[in-house]
């Protein structure tokens, strides 16, 4: 069995410790390609039909009324071969104190029972908030470990934390 990373990252402007900043690739990403690179596991990004604004203030306006719509974006594509993984590293940053609405989505397209997520979160300063309840009031029969929080502007030193929490978890050696 193969394990899955599966997550959701907005590339564009984004406030990082308290100013506006232009990130090439987002910050969940850039924690995702590290757990990849430890563990080897396949990767599938979390794109929507409809691509957020690079403007950090369009885009709350827009996440702002997903979240309050209790909105389903459309994806544009699905992992078809789901049987395959039964752990799935599931990444995301922190919307609202919870996931992207994007990320209820996916959870809701696709059958995780009997599986294993184990997520990981990047934000700036409100940790996991309470999606990893969010995770598990939509995925019945499936464990929801406890996630790993990154601080989105420190992502780019949080290769320790990740190994250290991949080695805890016995992920890897
Ligand atoms: C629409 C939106 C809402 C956000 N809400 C929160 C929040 O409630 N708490 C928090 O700590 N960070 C919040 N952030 C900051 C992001 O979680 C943080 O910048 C994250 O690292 C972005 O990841 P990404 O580059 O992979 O998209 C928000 C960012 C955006 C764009």
Known sequence: MKNLIA??????????????????????????????????????????????????NKTTDVAQHELRENARPELSG?????????????????????????????????????????????????GMGHSESDIKKLCHATKVLKGLPIRGGSVQRAEDDISAWLRELGVID
């Open 78 to 126: 699905r992992v078809d071969n789901m049987d395959d993984y039964s752990v799935i590293f599931l990444g995301y940053p922190n919307w609202y104190g919870t996931m992207p609405m994007a990320v209820f989505t996916f959870l809701e397209r696709h059958d995780f029972s009997g599986k294993t997520i184990i997520p990981f979160c990047t934000h700036e300063g409100s």
């Open 7 to 56: 997550y959701f990252s907005r590339e564009g402007n984004n406030y990082v410790g308290g100013r506006i900043l232009h990130l090439p690739v987002g910050n969940t990403e850039v924690a995702a390609k590290m757990i990849q690179k430890l563990t080897g596991s396949d990767t599938f990004r979390i794109d929507t039909v409809k691509e957020y604004p690079s403007d950090y």
